[in-house]
């Protein structure tokens, strides 16, 4: 069973930096695409970074040079370094597989998240 944990969200200032981390269990991790997405209040959830089985990594233009996704497949746990952060970086943070894991039936399942919360 897929399990995917996500970690170190919290409150920043703007210009600070976090680094989430999400730990993936229950799944072939290393041959698999990664994302990060994020979903703030009243918006849809919207991927922002992704990477590679091999590490080729995509960025939203929004992110591209401030955001930098990384993963360690000894660990099974993929990275989000985030610097310059922004008040409209608040939202709530998750990673998934690409494409996103489903559960029986069909449905997209989704760890808990990290929150991040850019404000002064």
């Known amino acids: 069973q897929v399990q995917l944990v996500e970690s170190g969200g919290g409150l920043v200032q703007p210009g600070g930096s976090l680094r989430l981390s999400c730990a993936v269990s229950?799944?072939?991790?290393?041959?698999?695409?990664m994302g990060w997405f994020r979903q703030a209040p009243g918006k849809q959830r919207d991927r922002l970074a992704s990477i590679s089985s091999g590490g080729n990594s995509n960025y939203i233009d929004s992110v591209k040079g401030r955001f930098t996704i990384s993963r360690d497949n000894a660990k099974n746990t993929v990275y989000l370094q985030m610097n310059s952060l922004k008040p409209d970086d608040t939202a709530v943070y998750y990673c998934n597989r690409l494409p996103v894991f489903t559960t029986t039936g069909n449905n997209p399942y989704w760890g808990q998240g990290t929150q991040v919360t850019v404000s002064s």
């Open positions: 229950g799944s072939l991790f290393s041959l698999s695409h």
